[in-house]
């Protein structure tokens, strides 16, 4: 019934007539009345360090049509708008749809792209007017709020550089150039296969595939994720020349698997995927300048080929010389380099500043020791729920034998890999072919068949990279502690609803002398030292015990999360 008469007094603001017999049961519908506006800040200096900072807020009251009853309510139809405007009289104003929300908050960089779309002048201060818009219908005239006044100082937007991202939207370090700022943007990147990314303008466009099936090196700007998914490489891992053109909304990968040396020096160049490097080790029999020529074959996907082997484009592919640096293209041209010393030399070609790509000689062979990885990964070991992931991972223990262990939550139908980077698809260890025990590894297989997992539930995971094995134990729901108060015996932990994380409160009433343990089974098979609040495996007993203060006593409380490698006592 109460809904019947909102209806009718919806077309009584719209016909503009009432039907009652007596004056006194006339109910009066009135105009909307405007809302009020309130900002957090009256003056907002922007720059490069809070672009991702909130620098301003909006807030204010819901604009509504009036009611002369007050036991009845009026439906919402009021379409609010924020107009903002470098105008007192809000000529060339840019409206901000709000929908229903009741506020409107501006990083930094989204109050400059503003900023620069209302035509402010970069550098200095200017007055930025707000107001609240508000309609009950769009052919009818709007309700204003009160004008809030802004003092903002834009700073200049470099159209120059494209960031290229990861896959959580965060900055790699990794950019490409655009020398026109006209958003045709290029350079060489290291990627591994199937690796995906996004690329952010400096007005703060994040840009990615196009989010259809099909469309691969389509292009899309769209906020939602759902329209706009990750831009991904093809299967090849190595050397990428991009070409992202946010104009035509298309974009295009030049892989370069080699590239070859003639000249006074001669031979087959090396990748340095991490650093975007081409390097060759030489011998020179003399100090001075020598002329060389760098030329190879490159493979094009675009949009026309997509990510198909079949029907990738080859072209020449070749560096040139201009002043300090080198140009690239199809044309082979000379490159003329000092040389610093008699004997072992590096050839480098410095390909990492999208802006200026460099070649030099240096002295010595160039060869530094490779660092371990303290950590390995397990794409797919939670696949049931979080899809192909590299949010898992082992960590090291055993650097002489590339040994990895670690728990996981494992929801793996399909098997899983163990990977030895984030977001690297191709250098991945699987199932050895012919194995029927499960227990041996095979790196970078042409055909890759992933390891098998249990049904499911917590598991330990001990990896020998070295010796191409692996083993995995199934973790009850209870797990145990030991070592306070010197007692070694095994004391439950119980478990939370959260996977691998268990928790026990503990009294310390007499001396802790040699730290506590923490063990995944009762015969003591696997078992965990740490500090720091890490945890780390004992395999062979050869990681201390955690540490803990032996003159502390009271009552604690310890939780553990044997997935992460994590305790908090308190």
Request: aromatic share 12%; hydrophobic share 40%.
């Amino acid at each position: 019934m109460k809904t019947m008469k909102n209806f009718l007094l919806l077309l009584a603001a719209v016909f503009s007539f009432a039907s009652c017999e007596k004056d006194e049961d006339k109910i009066y519908l009135s105009s909307i009345e405007s809302g009020e506006l309130v900002a957090t800040e009256s003056t907002v200096v922007l720059s490069q360090e809070n672009s991702n900072d909130i620098v301003l807020s909006l807030a204010w009251t819901k604009d509504a049509l009036q009611i002369s009853d007050p036991a009845l309510s009026a439906i919402d139809v009021t379409i609010q708008t924020l107009q903002v405007s470098t105008t007192q009289d809000f000529s060339g104003v840019v409206s901000e749809n709000v929908g229903t929300s009741l506020s409107k908050a501006y990083t930094g960089a989204a109050l400059n792209t503003l900023a620069k779309n209302l035509g402010a002048n970069t550098d200095v201060a200017n007055n930025v007017y707000f107001r609240l818009a508000a309609q009950t219908g769009k052919n009818m005239t709007p309700v204003y709020s009160n004008v809030v006044t802004i003092s903002v100082t834009p700073y200049t937007i470099d159209m120059s550089l494209g960031y290229i991202l990861n896959a959580d939207k965060a900055e790699t370090g990794v950019t490409l150039y655009s020398a026109a700022s006209d958003g045709q943007y290029l350079g060489f990147m290291g990627a591994t296969s199937w690796y995906n990314f996004f690329m952010k303008e400096g007005d703060g466009t994040v840009w990615g595939n196009d989010g259809v099936t099909g469309t691969a090196f389509l292009m899309s700007s769209d906020e939602d994720d759902k329209k706009r998914w990750k831009f991904w490489f093809p299967g090849q891992n190595g050397c990428y020349y991009v070409d992202v053109n946010t104009g035509q909304k298309l974009w295009s990968a030049l892989y370069i698997p080699t590239l070859s040396v003639n000249g006074d020096v001669q031979g087959e160049m090396t990748f340095d995927r991490s650093n975007v490097k081409w390097t060759l080790a030489f011998n020179a029999a003399q100090a001075g300048s020598i002329t060389l020529q760098v030329s190879g074959t490159g493979y094009l996907y675009d949009s026309s080929t997509g990510t198909d082997d079949s029907t990738v484009k080859s072209m020449s592919v070749a560096f040139a010389q201009s002043g300090e640096s080198l140009t690239f293209g199809g044309q082979v041209g000379n490159i003329t380099v000092d040389v610093p010393v008699v004997g072992e030399c590096m050839l480098v070609i410095d390909l990492s500043n999208p802006k200026q790509w460099t070649v030099e000689v240096n002295a010595g062979s160039g060869e530094e020791p490779t660092e371990t990885s303290p950590y390995v990964y397990l794409p797919g070991i939670n696949d049931g729920e979080a899809g192909w992931t590299f949010g898992n991972y082992l960590r090291l223990y055993d650097e002489d034998n590339l040994g990895y262990a670690g728990c996981a939550d494992v929801n793996a139908p399909w098997g899983y890999q163990i990977a030895i980077e984030p977001d690297n698809w191709g250098d991945v260890y699987t199932l050895a072919e012919g194995d029927t025990s499960a227990g041996m590894l095979i790196y970078q297989a042409e055909v890759k068949t992933n390891l098998p997992a249990p049904d499911g539930g917590l598991c330990f995971f001990d990896v020998s990279l070295k010796n191409l094995t692996y083993t995995l134990t199934a973790v009850e729901d209870v797990i145990y502690y030991s070592g306070f108060n010197d007692n070694w015996d095994l004391h439950p932990m119980v478990a939370t609803e959260m996977p691998g994380v268990f928790t026990a409160n503990i009294t310390v009433d007499t001396e802790t002398s040699k730290g506590f343990q923490i063990v995944l089974d009762m015969g003591w098979k696997v078992s965990f030292g740490g500090s720091k609040n890490l945890l780390f495996y004992r395999k062979n007993d050869n990681a201390a015990n955690v540490e803990f203060d032996s003159t502390i006593r009271g009552t604690f409380s310890l939780m553990v999360d044997v997935i992460k490698g994590t305790y908090i006592l308190e």
